[in-house]
């Protein structure tokens, strides 16, 4: 059935899970929820599993989805789904989605990102090699407004597996994964933030695989190196050597760019680093695990090489030292 609920301002949550209803009252249920739209069809509509959770950033909206094999077939003349102006950004976890456009028919697998242009959708197929295991994706819908791309430019990426190995994919595919799995973590007020960090993103993305990142505008591509930036400072939090000069260097940039970039994210280089290495530190405090770990050995593995100056940090930012934050987090001695 279909629930509701406000995790946060700007992050409401619609969830419909179809095992919620009772096993011969599924199917019909479903295909209720598509009339007008599509005509859904099953192998096996008594054994028919549904489950779909959307959760809004702003005007961005992620989603995962659990199908049961099916097939979709748009009806004639219906309005597109999430509206005619939109992108729908899949990626599948388990299975096989085979969509239909006006331009061709595509196959979206594990493993890649795929871009489609909802308003042309005639017709889908979910499938997966064991009948027995439903499909599953995670999905963003994107308003085409938002990119700010010249006209027609994305139409060259429909359908088209994206590389996720690297760069702006990879980065884009984790983000969309971790706030599939953990939104519940953010603030009242971060829904349209994560919207603008999820726009940006993607037309970085599309910016860099159709060559014209030069046509998109400054302040997005200035967005899409600091966070660039940011991901390899997280990576590389235990080098003592994580300056700024350092991490300048690895991007090609000059020292006062690279401050420019962070004073607009409303920080400073040295203040990110420190605050990333201390919530890590945190983390590990507080993991059962690492409980026979010493403290100075969990500070200089997240890049403190002097355990006061760690203890100082640890004890401004969080309120309690470090042994005291263990203590209660773990009640064990550390």
Known sequence: MCTRRELAEGMAERTFRSDDLPRDARFDYCHGRYKGLFELTSEDPDQFLACERFLALGAVQLSTKTYSPMDLAR????????????????????????????HGDFSSRPGGLYVHDVSRVRAVSFRTADETRPYQEVGLSVPKSLLTLPAGQVDRLLGQRLPVEGGFGAMLTMFMRQLATDSASFRPDDGPRLGTVVVDLVAALFGNLLAAESGLPPETRSRALALRIQTFVRRHLGRPDLTPQAIAEAHHISVSYLHKLFRAEGTTVSAFIRRERLERARRALSDAALCGMPIHAIAARWGFANSADFSRAFRAAYGVPPRDYRRRALECDG
């Open 75 to 102: 009806v004639p003349g219906s309005e597109p789904a999430f509206g005619p102006d939109t992108y729908e950004l899949a990626f599948p976890l388990q299975g096989l989605v085979h969509t239909a456009f006006g």
